[in-house]
């Protein structure tokens, strides 16, 4: 098994920072070796790697991924193979897909089939969450068996879509009941669907069509109120760990603050969009241009402070994580769907390849610090969601996912300038970022470096999931 050394560069964890070596050996990592013990100890590696200058972090770890995603009239535009691989050209080195289930679909066939999807075309690692989009005794039972026995810990259900992935109240309960159980995590998508659905119709019927209606007929009242209902339903089924996902409003974010506080297990994810797009700089761009930018939750105001509540819950950890619900449509024949009606422009924005930028241009700007940025993007994540410590952190006996940042290189997103995922736009044009992917790493094999992509698909592997280890 090749050695490989990683020298010089400054070893960054989510409790703090180092000057050191790693050493990897094989898929792994051996040894973390203070300044001079390679010499003093006479270590050699078939690869010396030098990081003088730069940060040598864990892998991205991205939660929230919506590969292949038929959704919308369509199907999300990266598959895994090109999706995984802009995950590595962002120093992701873990994906979590979700595997959909929708009512009268057998949950262990729809699983079957997200395997068959990823399977030998990744080029990073990845698991799946399931989406159980009908909630009835055979899908309750089948929640159980994947915790037990297909290394999926985690089920994402519904407020939103009625019709589509919708779950009401009390099927919304006896899943948590059931997660709460097996010890599995909940994770809502917290809009009232319900409400939305009649604010949409209205705007419509006004002949209110435009992308920006979008976001003005979800408003941040009934994604708070959502939240909260999610929260209350969480502590009746026995304090089942609940995980809100991508969320974008101070609202719910003040929920999820207060649940915390009284010690219930509540946690949340906002994602890049949240933290940087706004109502008014992309959703209102002239003519259909604002299509691009619908997703859900939608982007908000900001003429409110939503966003500054965002960066904010990041620093205090009312916001666990930081993914990017990569769930990506072209403009042209995808959101173009959309034209002359917002409600059928498919929701999503893609972004795997520019979380860790992104989070990272947070720490130039003083937003938070290296260590947070690691333990958003990596450490919490593969905590949250029982894939640490063999993922998530750089320590002797984890998988050897390494990220070498640059600090004093820049990078230009842009589809004439970094952008790899199959899209035809990208969410974040022209958007400068003060550091740049350097070399990355998933388990021993360098698949980025020197501006060029070395991985190959299926080098990715299927990570079958512990319960989440953020609790015990
Ligand atoms: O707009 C979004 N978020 N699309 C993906 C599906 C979801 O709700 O996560
Ligand atoms: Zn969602
Ligand atoms: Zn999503």
Excluded at 14 to 21: I, K, Q, S, V, Y
Aim: some cysteine; glycine content about 10%.
């Amino acid at each position: 098994m090749a050695r490989t050394l990683i020298t010089n560069g400054t070893i960054v964890s989510a409790t703090g920072r180092t000057a050191g070596d790693v050493l990897v050996d094989g898929e792994t990592i051996a040894a973390i070796l203070a300044p001079g013990q390679v010499e003093a100890l006479g270590i050699t590696a078939d690869r010396t790697i030098d990081a003088t200058g730069k940060y040598v972090v864990p892998g991205g770890v991205d939660v929230h991924t919506h590969m292949e995603l038929p959704f919308g009239g369509t199907t999300a535009s990266d598959t895994f193979e090109t999706g995984t691989r802009a995950a590595a050209w962002g120093g992701v080195t873990t994906i979590v897909d979700f595997a959909v289930q929708q009512a009268g679909q057998n949950v262990y066939d729809c699983l079957s089939q997200w395997h068959a999807k990823a399977e030998g075309s990744c080029a990073v690692d990845y698991g799946f969450h399931q989406i159980i989009g009908g909630v009835d005794e055979e899908s309750l039972k089948a929640m159980t068996y994947l915790v037990d026995h297909e290394g999926i810990t985690s089920f994402k259900l519904f407020m939103a879509y009625p019709g589509v992935y919708y779950a009401d109240d009390g099927q919304i309960l006896r899943a948590m009941q059931n997660a709460s159980e097996s010890g599995a995590v909940i994770m809502m998508h917290a809009e009232n669907g319900i409400a939305i659905d009649v604010l949409v119709a209205q705007a419509i019927a006004r002949g209110e069509t435009d992308p920006m209606y979008h976001s003005l007929t979800r408003p941040a009242e009934l994604e708070g109120e959502a939240t909260h209902r999610a929260i209350q339903l969480a502590k009746v089924a026995g304090d089942v760990p609940l995980y809100i996902v991508h969320m974008s409003a101070s609202e719910a974010l003040e929920e999820v603050a207060e649940a915390q506080h009284r010690g219930q297990n509540v946690f949340a994810e906002t994602c890049p969009q949240y933290l940087y797009l706004t109502l008014e700089d992309q959703l209102m761009q002239p003519g259909f241009e604002g299509a691009k930018w619908v997703c859900s939750t939608p982007l908000r105001t900001k003429h409110e402070h939503h966003q500054s509540d965002l960066w904010k819950g990041l620093r205090t950890n009312e916001l666990a994580v930081v993914s990017t619900d990569h769930c990506p449509f072209c403009f042209k024949d995808q959101k173009e769907l959309g034209l002359g009606n917002f409600s059928k422009i498919p929701n999503g924005i893609g972004g795997v390849e520019h979380r860790m930028e992104l989070i990272y241009q947070g720490v130039v700007t003083g937003e938070l610090t290296l260590e947070r940025w690691v333990e958003t993007c990596s450490t919490t994540p593969a905590r949250m969601f029982g894939m640490y410590p063999r993922k998530g952190v750089i320590a002797p006996g984890s998988d050897a996912d390494i990220l070498i940042w640059d600090p004093g290189a820049t990078t230009t997103i842009g589809v004439e300038h970094k952008h790899h995922m199959n899209m035809d736009h990208s969410a974040y044009e022209g958007f400068q970022i003060d550091g740049k992917v350097d070399t990355v790493m998933s388990r021993g094999r360098v698949i980025v470096e020197h501006d060029t992509y070395t991985g190959a698909p299926g080098h990715g592997r299927f990570v079958e999931r512990g319960l989440s280890q953020y609790l015990r």
